[in-house]
């Protein structure tokens, strides 16, 4: 039931107010000034757990950084068979004249010289991948999670229909070899959204789309074949009719989000496997394979963070004295998807990182004489028989350090940045 | 007749959940003139609020729909309005201050960088002049020493100096109508009063229209020229204050009333409260929403909704097939 006050207890009342200062006084007494992240700096790095993980990444960084650029290594060139598998030597021999800490592989290169040269490579992947990941995944789970329930504007409408224009277009266009057609579909998607008054009834401008999309999608590819003509047009009619149905906020996050849930039930060191095979081995293709496996995984908690500050009174205060969406991303929603983000991407660099290893052992990552800890650990296990052990270990070890070090400054994260802010 | 500065025309709002269509706006119509305080009441989850944010459209569309219906603001229907002008009406030519103040404004920025924001987005003023208005709106709110709280966060501001930030920040750009959505509910009874105060001072000072929305028929007594009373998503009725107060025409007015304490019964009265529930928003009775709680019942209630008829000579609109009745009855 309501709370009823009637008009003269209100009158009463008013006589016995605080006075303005009083409280103002009082509060400020009682409540210390500070801002969120020096707090969550001094929470991170009091923490062993963060300390830990920040030493060990912080040094492994400098290190692969310093030899990246200060120590100078060819492995196209890098071959000495008299130095086969030899182990660990701290003091040069006979057998052995040079200083090898870690050893020698298998075509008698210095095992210390590649792991710390190694680094980098790895260390490249666990970054670019995460950056694909974070990006995309990071956009859609934006964009999902912010139209979810606020109104699209005119502009944002014919924005978003241009990119998925553009996006379906890019199977069309790849089969039929005519990057035009991308331009074409993202044109169509603009044009739907422009005239969503354009035909009254549904099933006419779903016919009228579909057919454009037809004509776009297999006009072009006549060209080169009738048959690739049949195939795009057929994908070109469905794009078309898929984009007359100018896909509101809802929609868009639906079938967002299904699309990250599919990509999700794959294993996805299998599905990375399946993009690397698809793309082709190297280095860069582990790179986008990883990227693209952990999208859903951005995007989804992106979208969830999203939608919990949306429903914020304070975005619907921003909204109501006419701040702009852009205005409203930036300035209320960013911040507080930060934190989350962050402790995500430190995370995803470690699993990238040992994603990328797995690759690498598989033979599917780095190509052959460049140095890369998983596929290092690929190239020695098969003497780890014969006694190899420092072949395999040292490789082995600094994945384990580095992916333990970004698990441990990701844990240390998230404590430090979970406690809530004080409302 | 002059034109009025807002009219509502047959406005119907809907939300498309999963357990159905919830129907929370059922065609109101009214109109609000310019200087003037519409006082809106009724329970919770009337529709008061979905009504009031769907003036600027900021409900959440999805899952909200506003399926018809005018909103003429100054005679221009802001549902037609492209988004870059709309924007211009929010903030600029009507403000809204919210029920929860712990919560309306972001923990994350100091209270003075937010009134600057509302402050520039529809003014071209520079750093120091935006500092300089946001400060001699906050003292205007009545808070003291407002230069210096200007660069304090919200959790360094008590509940009711928060209100009144929501105020400062809502009279930026001295609005035409400002809608107030319950804004003292979440404050302690002292606080209330001086909110209601400070809202009436500035309400005559600027000669804005203000639509004050509460469940506390006292304050509306205080404040309001004319009170919406709402149900179901319907007006079912409206009038000056004191039509409603001593002309009540509809049974759940009347019920509203009586649960409504006085000073002048003897000590420990116990509030009358309307039996019941009101009806579901997804499955709406064919007939009157208010049947079910309702002692004046007859047939004609239970076929189909009555229109709102005028039955006063100033404005006092009833939706009761038995008003007439109940107008004997009073009398
Ligand atoms: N986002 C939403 N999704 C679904 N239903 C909603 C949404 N917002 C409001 N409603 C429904 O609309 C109806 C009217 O809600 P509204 O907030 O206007 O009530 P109210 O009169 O302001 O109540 P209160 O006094 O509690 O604030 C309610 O039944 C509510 O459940
Ligand atoms: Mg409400």
Redesign the pocket.
């Known amino acids: 039931m ?1 709370t009823l006050t009637p008009a003269s207890i209100m009158i009463e009342r008013k006589m016995t107010k605080t006075t303005q200062s009083d409280i103002a006084t009082i509060d400020y007494a009682v409540r210390e000034h500070r801002s969120l992240w020096v707090d969550a700096w001094r929470r991170l790095v009091s923490s062993r757990t963060a300390q830990a993980g920040l030493f060990i990444v912080s040094f492994l960084i400098l290190t692969t950084v310093l030899a990246h650029f200060f120590w100078e290594y060819n492995p196209k060139t890098d071959l000495d068979y008299t130095l086969k598998l030899k182990p660990p030597t701290l003091i040069p021999n006979e057998e052995v004249p040079s200083v090898h800490i870690f050893g020698t592989d298998k075509l008698g290169r210095d095992i210390f010289r590649r792991v710390v040269h190694g680094g980098w490579n790895t260390l490249m992947v666990g970054i670019i991948a995460v950056t694909i990941s974070l990006v995309i995944g990071g956009l859609l789970g934006l964009l999902a999670g912010f139209f979810e ?1 606020i109104e699209m504007t005119r502009l944002e409408k014919i924005l978003l229909l241009v990119f998925l224009g553009g996006l379906m277009g890019f199977l069309p266009a790849w089969i039929a070899e005519q990057p035009v057609q991308i331009v074409l579909f993202a044109l169509l998607g603009g044009a739907a959204a422009m005239f969503e008054n354009f035909l009254a009834g549904r099933s006419a401008r779903v016919v009228l789309f579909a057919a454009v999309g037809l004509l776009i999608g297999g006009g072009l590819a006549l060209f080169v074949s009738p048959y690739t003509a049949i195939v795009t047009g057929l994908l070109g009619g469905l794009i078309g009719a898929a984009l007359s149905l100018q896909l509101g906020g809802s929609l868009f996050s639906n079938i967002t989000m299904r699309a990250m849930d599919i990509v999700l039930a794959f294993p996805s060191y299998l599905l990375a496997i399946a993009i690397v095979a698809f793309l082709g081995t190297g280095l860069e293709k582990g790179m986008v394979a990883i990227g693209i496996v952990s999208i859903p995984v951005f995007a989804r908690l992106v979208r969830s963070s999203v939608l919990s500050v949306v429903q914020k009174e304070y975005i619907l205060a921003a909204q109501s004295v006419g701040e702009g969406h852009g205005r409203i991303i930036f300035r209320h929603i960013f911040p507080n998807v930060l934190s989350p983000i962050t402790v995500q991407t430190t995370l995803g660099i470690g699993s990238a990182i040992l994603a990328a290893a797995a690759l690498g052992f598989l033979g599917l990552g780095a190509v052959p004489p460049e140095p890369e800890w998983g596929a290092m650990l690929g190239d020695s296990y098969k003497y780890l028989s014969s006694g190899a052990w420092w072949a395999v270990v040292f490789p082995g070890v600094a994945i384990m350090l580095i992916v333990l070090g970004f698990n441990l400054l990701g844990d240390g994260l998230r404590d430090a940045l979970d406690p809530k802010m004080k409302v | 007749m002059e034109q009025p500065l807002l009219e509502i025309k047959d406005l119907r ?1 809907t ?3 999963d357990d159905g269509t ?1 129907h ?2 059922n065609g109101v119509s009214y109109k609000l003139e310019k200087g003037e305080v519409l006082g809106i009441v ?12 769907s003036i600027m459209r900021l ?2 569309i999805p ?2 729909r506003i399926d018809s219906g005018e909103v003429l603001f100054y005679g221009k229907d802001l549902l037609k309005l492209e988004f870059e002008e709309l924007r211009q009406v929010r903030g600029g030519q009507i403000a809204m201050v919210f ?1 929860d103040p712990m919560t309306s404004l972001n923990p994350a920025y100091t209270v003075g960088f937010q009134i600057m924001e509302a402050l520039t987005v529809h003014k071209k003023l520079d750093q120091n002049q935006a500092r300089d208005r946001s400060a001699e709106l906050l003292s205007l709110v009545g808070i003291p020493d407002a230069r210096r709280r200007l660069d304090d966060y919200p959790h360094q501001f008590s509940g009711g100096m928060r209100q009144r930030a929501m105020i400062a920040m809502a009279l930026s750009c001295e609005p035409s109508l400002l809608i107030a ?2 804004p003292t ?1 979440a404050l302690d009874v002292t606080i209330q009063a001086q909110i209601v105060d400070l809202v009436k001072r500035l309400q005559r000072d600027y000669g804005m229209a203000v639509m004050w ?1 509460t ?1 506390d028929l006292g304050v509306v007594a205080e404040l309001a020229h004319k009170i919406n009373v ?1 149900y179901a ?1 319907y007006i079912i009725e409206r009038g000056h204050v004191k039509d409603i107060f001593k002309r009540t025409r509809h049974p759940y007015t009347l019920g509203l009333l009586g649960s409504l304490p006085r000073l002048d019964e003897a000590p420990g009265t116990k509030l009358v409260s309307i039996p019941g529930l009101p009806p579901d ?1 997804v499955a709406l009775p064919k007939g009157c929403p208010f049947v079910a709680r309702c002692t004046y019942v007859t047939d004609s209630c239970l076929e189909s909704m009555p229109p709102l008829e005028n039955v006063g000579d100033r404005d006092h609109l009833v939706a009761c097939w038995n008003w007439a009745a109940i107008a004997e009855g009073a009398a």
Not at chain 2, 42 to 53: N, P, Q, R
């Open positions: 309501p329930s | 709002v939300f498309h959940t919830v929370a706006v009724g329970e919770s989850g009337c529709g008061k609020s979905v009504h009031a944010l409900i959440s899952p909200g029920q959505d319950e509910t929305i469940h709402m998503g928003l």
